[in-house]
């Protein structure tokens, strides 16, 4: 199995951008479809983007289209997320995912489909 750490939240003024780390341990993460995901407070956790193993196909959630970027880099197990043009909205803890089946090859939009994931990365816009 993979173990997920995330790093790279913080504090940003709204039209600012961040640059959110994933970084795997264990099995390889090119086993896998990865995703990013997150919890806004008081709020269920909701799909933030995903890509494919050999990061051919990306996909993301309507909220962040254009504003969110999501890359992986298999030979340093690594995934990222940048985001620009940050809002309040997006304030929440954001978390990596490793989707492991292969009939799901571009990544799941629902939390349940991931297996692994990690502890999270509080992400607050605000002024």
């Known amino acids: 199995q993979v173990q997920l750490v995330e790093s790279g939240g913080g504090l940003v003024q709204p039209g600012g951008s961040l640059r959110l780390l994933c970084a795997a341990s264990?099995?390889?993460?090119?086993?896998?479809?990865m995703g990013w995901l997150r919890q806004p407070p008081r709020n269920q956790r909701e799909f933030v983007a995903a890509?494919?193993?050999?990061?051919?196909?990306?996909h993301y959630a309507d909220s962040v289209k254009g504003r969110c970027t999501i890359s992986r880099d298999n030979a340093k197990n690594t995934v990222h997320l940048q985001m620009n043009s940050l809002k309040p909205e997006d304030t929440a803890v954001y978390y990596c995912?490793?989707?492991?089946?292969?009939?799901?090859?571009?990544?799941?939009?629902?939390?349940?489909?991931?297996?692994?994931w990690g502890q999270g990365t509080q992400v607050t816009v605000s002024s």
């Open positions: 264990g099995r390889t993460v090119s086993t896998y479809a």
């Open positions: 995912a490793a989707d492991p089946d292969p009939k799901r090859p571009y990544g799941s939009r629902a939390s349940h489909d991931y297996d692994y």
């Open positions: 890509i494919s193993r050999s990061s051919s196909l990306t």
